[in-house]
C-alpha cells in the first residue's frame, strides 16, 4: 500500500526491512534480458519476495509463471491471478491434495517427486480430487540434496509409475545447489554441468517415449553464468531479484546491486573494545552466516549510510536478538566512524531469503535518499 | 485458541511448531521454586515465547512481572493486563517516545540505559508525556554486550543525568551474556561474577545517595547454576521455559526437558548417501547454529520420533529454505532408520527463541502420544 505520511529514512521506526526499487528493477530487467536472449522462458522463485508487489515487477504486464517453495504462496499467488506455477518441493499426501485443490480451481501446478511411492500419492491425490496431476521428476546433478541420478534405472521406473498412475509428466527440473558454495571461476563449468544433467535426462526420458516438454534448471549463480542453455526450456532464480552478500562472495554482483537492507537505530557504544552497538540482532538480520565460508567473512551483514554508501569494513561482528555489535572487520585498520545514540545505518543481509522471512513487510524506497513510497507486505508460513 | 478437530501429531499439517506443556509446567516449576527458595523475584523474559498463553502458565495467578526486548512485546503484554515490564534493550530517541505512551497509559515500563545521552532522551521524552520515567542503569558483568563497568566513572554520572533529568533509577541490570558460551562447571563461577558485580554496582549508586531498588541480573544458565543470590532482588531468564539444544550443552537440561519441537513429514530419501530429506529446513527451524561451538555439534537438530523418543545419533545434517537432511552423526555406527514417504518425526532446536520466531503459532500438546488441544498464537515484530 502507497503510504500517506511522509516517512523517509531518517524517521521511520526501527528496524525496518528497506527494499530499493532502482536496484530491485534493474535485477529483475539483468535476468530478464538475459534469459529473453537465449530463448529460455524465466520461471522467478518466489520464495524469496514472498510478495505481490515484488512478484508484479517482476512480471509488468501481469502474471507469468512462478516457482514456490511452500503452498502457502502457491495459494497466495493462485488469489491474484497466477496460474502457471512449479511447486519445487517433493511431495508427501497432505502437500499433494492441498496441491490438487488448487488444480481443481484452475491453477496449473506442477509438483515435484523422484520416488516411484511418490508418483502413488500424487495420482491418488488426483483421482480423489477429479484432476490429472502434473509432475516433475527431480534429478541430481551434483549430489546437493534430492533427485536421481541420470544414470539411475529408477528414472525411467518413475517415468512408467506417473504414466501408469495417470499424471502428466511436466519434464525434469534440477538445480546446481553446490554452486552456491562456488566462486565465479567454478560457475560457468557449474553451470554448463547443470544443463547437460538435465538435458540428458530429457533426453533419456524421451528416447523411452516419454514426452517431456519442460527442461528446468536453475539457481540464481548458474542463471547468471550459463553461456549457452541449448535444451533447456526454463530458468529458476529467486534471490536475483535482491541479491546479498552471499551472492556477492559467489561473485554474482556488486554491493551497489543489493536491493534489500535492514534499516538500524545506534543504541549504545564501547568505545574501548571498538563497538557500536544497535537495534538489529539476528531476529532483524537472520541467524544466516552463510558469508562464513566464503573468502571475506561478512559477519551478520555490511553497514552503510543510510544513503547507502558503505562504511569501509564496517560489519555486524555479533548479533543477539535484538541487538547487533558493529565492529571493524578485523585485520582492517579502518577507523570506526562516529555514529552517536540515534543515528540510522543500514545493514547489507548474507542471505536475501533468511533476511527477509523476519519481517512482516518491506518498506519501498526508489533509491538513495529518497522517501519510503509504500510497504509491501509479505507472507510467511507453510 | 481450543482446537475443534481432533488433530494430532499424526494428522498435523507440517511443518508445525509443536509445544509441550507438561515439560513446559515442569521447566516453570523448576525456576520459579529455585527463586522462590531463595527469596527472588523471578521476572520471566518474554522474548522466547511471545505468546500470552505460555505467559499464563508462567503466572497462573494473574500477570506478574515481566521482560521484554520489544515494544511490540510490550505494547501485547499490556493489553492483557500486564504491567510491571522491563524493556531489556538499550533505548533509542524513538523507542524512549513509544515507551514513554505506555507510561501514560499506566503500565510501569522500565527502560535501559548506559550513557549521559540516553538519560537527556529518555527525560525530554518523559517531560514530552507527562509522566516520570524510570530506567535501569545497565552494567557489564563479562564483556559481552552493553553496559558500565562498575569502576567506570560514568556509572555515578549516569546516574546523576537521571536525578537531574527527573527519571526515577529503577535499579542496575546486567546479563551474563558470555554464560552461554561456558559448560556447567565454569556456570557456578559466572552466576557468582553476575551476581556480585551487579551488586558492587549498586552499593557504589548507594553509596552516592542514590536509591536504587532493583538488582537485577539472569541469563538462563546463571539462573539454574547461582547458589547464593544475596542482595540480588530479581531474576531474568527466557529460555527456561522451552530449553534447547543449546542449554543441553550448556548442561542446563536434559533433551527430555525440551518442550518445543517442529514436527516433519519425510519426502524423500537418498540412501546411498545415509540422507533422508524431510518439510523442514531453516525455514522452519532458523539458520541457528549454536551447537556447533559446543562440544557435541547437533547441526540444525536432534531428531525424535512423534512421541519424543530420540532417534540415537540421527540429525538434521543440513538445512535449504525447505527441506532438512537428516543423517547420522558424522563418527557414529549407528543405522539410519527406515522412515518412508510421509513419515513424521519431530526436531529439537538449537535455539528456541530462534526456531520459536519462524512460527506464527504453538500446536499444544499435553505430552507424548497425545492429542493436538490447542493452537497459541505468537507475536513477532517491533
Not at 528416447?207 to 539457481?219: D, T, W
Not at 531479484?241 to 562472495?249: I, K
Request: with cysteine; proline share 5%.
Amino acid at each position: 500500500m502507497p503510504r500517506s505520511d511522509a516517512a523517509t529514512l531518517a524517521t521511520l521506526a526501527t528496524p525496518a526491512l528497506v527494499l530499493d526499487t532502482s536496484r530491485l528493477d534493474r535485477n529483475l530487467a539483468r535476468l530478464r534480458t538475459r534469459m529473453a536472449e537465449r530463448g529460455v522462458t524465466l520461471r522467478p522463485h518466489m520464495k524469496t519476495a514472498k510478495s505481490i508487489d515484488v512478484a508484479r515487477r517482476a512480471f509488468p504486464t501481469g502474471p507469468g509463471p512462478i516457482t514456490i517453495s511452500t503452498l502457502a504462496e502457491a495459494e497466495y499467488f493462485a488469489g491474484y491471478g497466477y496460474r502457471d506455477m512449479t511447486y519445487a518441493v517433493g511431495i508427501s499426501r497432505h502437500t499433494a491434495e492441498r496441491a490438487m485443490r488448487l488444480r481443481e480451481a484452475g491453477v496449473d501446478i506442477k509438483m515435484l517427486l523422484d520416488t516411484v511411492e511418490q508418483a502413488a500419492i500424487a495420482g491418488e491425490a488426483g483421482r480423489a480430487a477429479g484432476v490429472t496431476p502434473a509432475a516433475f521428476i527431480e534429478i541430481d546433478c551434483d549430489g546437493h540434496r534430492g533427485g536421481l541420478l541420470v544414470t539411475d534405472p529408477k528414472l525411467l521406473e518413475v517415468a512408467a509409475a506417473l504414466e501408469a498412475t495417470g499424471i502428466a509428466l511436466a519434464g525434469v527440473l534440477t538445480h546446481a545447489g553446490e554452486s552456491y558454495a562456488l566462486t565465479s571461476e567454478a560457475l560457468e563449468a557449474a553451470a554448463e554441468n547443470e544443463r547437460a544433467v538435465a538435458v540428458d535426462a530429457a533426453t533419456r526420458l524421451r528416447a523411452a517415449g516419454h514426452e517431456c516438454p519442460i527442461v528446468s534448471v536453475g539457481s540464481t549463480p548458474t542463471a547468471h553464468f550459463a553461456t549457452a542453455l541449448d535444451g533447456v526450456t526454463e530458468m529458476r532464480a529467486g534471490v536475483y531479484m535482491f541479491f546479498d552478500l552471499v551472492m556477492h562472495g559467489v561473485g554474482v554482483c556488486t554491493t551497489d546491486d543489493i536491493a534489500l537492507s535492514v534499516l538500524s537505530t545506534v543504541i549504545g557504544a564501547k568505545p574501548e573494545k571498538g563497538w557500536i552497538m544497535v537495534d538489529a540482532g539476528w531476529m532483524a538480520l537472520s541467524r544466516d552466516r552463510g558469508t562464513a565460508a566464503q573468502r571475506v567473512d561478512q559477519g551478520y551483514g555490511l553497514v552503510t549510510d543510510p544513503d547507502g554508501r558503505l562504511y569501509p569494513d564496517l560489519i555486524v561482528a555479533c548479533a543477539s536478538q535484538e541487538h547487533g555489535t558493529l565492529a571493524i572487520r578485523s585485520g582492517s585498520s579502518q577507523p570506526l566512524p562516529e555514529l552517536p545514540v540515534g543515528a540510522k545505518v543500514r545493514i547489507l543481509p548474507n542471505h536475501a531469503c533468511a533476511t527477509g522471512s523476519q519481517h512482516e513487510r518491506y518498506h519501498v524506497v526508489p533509491g538513495p535518499g529518497g522517501a519510503v513510497e509504500a510497504e509491501w507486505p509479505r507472507i510467511r508460513g507453510w
